[in-house]
């Protein structure tokens, strides 16, 4: 199968981080909260691209979005001596993370102000 698609909805549980790579590219990253009651299932969110700007202000923690898009591995690392060669250690075996297509606002947690 050469590709794959998902979509998720759930709580945002960690505000957005944006950055820039060098290129110029904007990074948005998150974590989505997607598991039934008493069952924890959080997700990482990952958008690069235009959107990214407009759909920050969006993810903050509370609010209820639908993400669609494309799931991949991705192997942690952390900058150390390493075994493997490559100046790293892993850690943990492999991981997911949701590579978001389009992230819509479904309802957004009241302010306390």
Do not use: F
């Amino acid at each position: 199968m050469k590709g794959n698609r998902i979509e998720a909805w759930g709580r945002v549980i960690k505000p957005a981080q944006v950055r820039t790579t060098p290129s110029g590219t904007a990074v948005l990253r998150t974590i989505l909260e997607c598991g039934k009651d008493g069952d924890e299932l959080a997700l990482g969110v990952v958008m690069t691209g235009e959107g990214v700007q407009t759909t920050a202000p969006c993810i903050t923690p509370g609010n209820r979005i639908r993400v669609s898009g494309r799931i991949r591995n991705v192997a942690r690392a952390k900058a150390g001596g390493g075994n493997n060669g490559s100046g790293r250690d892993w850690i943990g075996a492999t991981g997911i993370e949701l590579v978001a297509d389009a992230v819509e606002l479904l309802d957004q947690q009241a302010s306390d102000s």
